[in-house]
């Protein structure tokens, strides 16, 4: 089982290096990430963007960018096209997310006939490591699905939980978010949550036990389920949190990469190819543990 980010650096530095096309590169977060991980033989960059104003940036880094391949394109959208060509014509086998806007990369990723969707839903995961919680935890779906539907919902499951098997957990343990731990018709995040815990108890969704609607608190801490008699063996324990909407996700991502500095890192799942997806203003660790999540995990 892959406890923390070390471990996963570890297994990141022993696999082969893989190419990877960063999509508007000139953003000093997301080039010295990149670069980093050049430097250990995680990656093998394409720097895709203004070519002056990457060298700019990185020579104000200090960053020695030797033979690294650049290719110029100009702006968001062309990056973000050139990227994601790089990617469907096999020159790199994962594409990351520098100064583009997250819908721009991923209308490119998602076209028909230029991108590099796959045959399931495509869903973003975070990957944190909070120091007074035992384990690593996937939280879904910050950054991709607006307001996703009960279908969307099972397709955002079995994403994390390809992921959370992939960090070495067996059966995760899924706990869909509300703001209460009872059902109550007047929130529909509630509904959802019952009916995701019965398809998972019935075998229609499989390799993980899913139980909800939890509370935040409920979901992460044993105490809280005693206080509140919840007795669940998803409550206090969980692997994976499914919050309800991307606000909620997204607030709770950017409570933690903003208010804290624990390790986290952001990928997208179930395109054809891994894609490295953080905010543009996380920090240059946050990207570079993102590296390692899309190079070792997808
Ligand atoms: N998985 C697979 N296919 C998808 C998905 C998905 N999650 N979403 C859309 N598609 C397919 C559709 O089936 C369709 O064929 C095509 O893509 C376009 O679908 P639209 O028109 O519904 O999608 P868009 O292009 O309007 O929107 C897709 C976005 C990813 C741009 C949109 O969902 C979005 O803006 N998401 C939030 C991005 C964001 O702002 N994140 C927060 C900050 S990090």
Redesign the pocket.
Known sequence: MIKNFDELEKIAKENPSRSVALAMAEESDALAAIMSAAGADIVSPILVGNGDEIRRIAGELGIELGDTRIVEAEGEYDSAEKAVELVKNGEADCLMKGKT???TI??AA?N?EKGI?GNS???HISIANPPNYPKLLVITD?????APDLDAKIGIINNAVSISRKLGVDKPKVAVIGAVEKVNPAMPATMDAAVLSKMAQRGQIKNCLIDGPFALDNALSKKSCEVKGIVSEVGGDADILLLPT?EAA?VLYKSLSVLTDIPMAGIIL?AAKPIILT?RADSDRIKYLSILAGVSLV
Request: glycine share 4%; hydrophobic share 50%.
């Open positions: 806007a997250t819908s991923m209308k998602l028909k969707r839903l495509l869903s910050a950054a991709m699905n607006i991307i997204n179930g905010s």
